[in-house]
C-alpha cells in the first residue's frame, strides 16, 4: 500500500532490557517529538506505567511517540538516526539498541556500510514502520502502537492489555500471527490522557460519533 500524507504521532512499543535507561531511549529514539534527555514526552504517554526509583522495570514495555511519515510514497514510518560506537553491529543495533522496531533488513536498505564492517561514529539510519489507522476497519483509532512481537505474546494477552477487541485487532493485522515471536504488528493506542484517539478526515476535522447503548 503507498502512501500520500502521514500523521502527527505514532507510539514504538519499547522492550525494556536491564542496560538501558531513560536516557539511552530518549536518545535513540530523539525526533521533533522526544528531544534528547526529554522524558517528560514520554512519561506522558505511560501513565500507567509504574517507574521504580531507577527509572524503568526491565522486561516491560514502555510507548515511545514519533512522527509518522510517508517514506518516499512507499510506507509510513519514521527514520532515526543512531551514531555508533566501538563493537556495534545491524544485529545489536536492530534487536538490543531499538528493541527489534526495526530489522537487520531495514538497516541494510536504508545504509550502505558493508555490515560486517560499520565504522565507529557512522550515521546509521534506523527505519521504523508506522500506521496511521484503517478508516474501512474503524474509524475509531487514530493513534498507533508500532509492536514488535516477543516469544511469550499471544493475540489473547495483547488484547487484554490494551482493553480491545481481539477481533478488532486481528482485522487491523490481517494475516499476522500473534503467537509467532516475531515481526511487527499495529495496535491502536491510547493518548497522553489515556483515551483512544479517534481517526480524522483530511481535512483535520473529527468525525462524528455516534455511540448506541
Partial sequence: A?????????LASYY???????????NFMQSKIVLTNSFDVIMSYNR???????????????NVPFPCECIGGEFLGHVFEYTTKEGDDYDLIANTYYASLTTVELLKKF????????????????????????????KDYGLF???????DDTLAKIATKAGLDEGLIQNFNQDANFSIGSGIVFIPGRDQNGHFFPLYSRTGIAKHHHHHH
Avoid at 517507574?51 to 522486561?59: A, E, Q, T, V
Avoid at 565504522?119 to 546509521?124: E, G, L
Avoid at 502502537?145 to 516469544?151: E, G, M
Fill in 16 to 26: 525494556i532490557i536491564p542496560s538501558i535507561q531513560l536516557r539511552n531511549i530518549s
Fill in 111 to 138: 545504509n550502505s556500510y558493508d555490515p560486517n564492517h560499520i565504522p565507529v561514529k557512522a550515521k546509521i539510519n534506523v527505519t521504523v514502520i508506522c500506521s496511521c489507522g484503517n478508516s474501512q476497519i474503524s
Fill in 2 to 10: 503507498k502512501c500520500v500524507k502521514g500523521c502527527d504521532v505514532a
Fill in 145 to 151: 502502537v508500532t509492536y514488535p512481537l516477543r516469544s
Fill in 48 to 62: 500507567d506505567v509504574v517507574f521504580d526509583k531507577s527509572g524503568l522495570i526491565s522486561y516491560t514495555r514502555i
